[in-house]
């Protein structure tokens, strides 16, 4: 343990909030440039107080991994240069409330943690019946074995990136049927156990703001992770959603990121079509406007497969426009799959499910208007 040193800090560059950072000391005994700890250690949440006991046993503490409430005390193991996942150490020395702090004598009998569980930061002493050293092994082939895969997610405020508490996460599984409410934390994080090999759908609601639902798949777990999502909310601004206060032009491209659809399906769930609405009521105010209704998908499953699921999906959508009286005319459904990606996400590269979604859209762009327009300001009521 003399040879390097662990801190938490929120400097630039890390996962998000506090984050653990590893220094090596050199053969000059000079203090090295600290190294980021990794997402196997580190996650959009906070990881603080970390300990190395004389095993070099990583003890810290976390707010975002599956565990019983608020900061949970977490072990990591070493291995080789590196430590292993880590694993939350459990009652009595985590609870519902805030953990933190926890440090230990030479023999790692007798020891010390701060907890607020009974209203205030106190702090709390145990002797014995916590002996890490004589339980690594077990620790490494029967916990390690037990651990489930879970999300740790994130909600945000689209704008501003500022966490948003008491938001509305309903999980439902595709596998069971099970239903799962969850309300965020102060700082915006919920997390769950899932199954591997399952799709789930997320949805999450706050008052104000856009409701968001994203749908993942645990079949490309590499391992038994945690899978960190961020999902960000958009505020309302009433007056932005009027849509007779919405200026369009020639050649502009909207982009309807709140038609929800289920997973793997094309068609338009009944309690998903905000943005369609709102494109029917400008397709009301200019009489004269025609365009192109695209669909697109990200870049799981083959190009053949995406490209008529991104088809059937535009059809959807252009059906449902013309079944509230739009000329059919008007309208031309177009479905490019996988060919349009908004961002790096391609066949073989590894990416986020909010980075995914960020490709599962559908666009309409103005091909043709008549009307005078006085001003080419668009509002970004659907960004």
Known sequence: ANDYMIFASN?????????????????????????????????????????????????????????????????????????????????PINGSKDDFGIVFGKDNSLGYFSSNRKGKDDIYRFIGGFEITNKKKDIDSTIVNEWRPSVCGTVINAKYKNLLKDAKVDVVSKCSGDETEIITLNDGAFDFPIQENCDYRISVSKKNFRDTIINFTTYSLSDKECVRITIPLTFIDNDKLISSNIIVYEGQVLELYNIYYDFDKFNIRTDASNDLDILYELLIKYPSMRGELSSHTDCRGTHAYNEKLATNRANSAVKYLIGKGIDAKRITAKGYGETKLKNECADGVDCTEIQHQRNRRTEFKVTYLNETIQSKEIETWLK
């Open 11 to 91: 400097m630039p560059g890390g996962l998000g909030g506090m984050d653990l950072y590893v220094v090596k000391r050199e053969e000059s005994g000079q203090w090295g440039v600290p190294e980021n700890m990794g997402s196997k250690i580190n996650t959009f949440g906070n990881e603080v107080f970390p300990f190395l006991d004389r095993e070099d046993n990583l003890y810290y503490s976390s707010n975002m991994m599956v565990g019983f409430g608020g900061l949970d005390v977490y072990v990591a193991t070493k291995s080789g240069k590196s430590w292993e996942k880590p694993i939350n150490i459990g009652v």
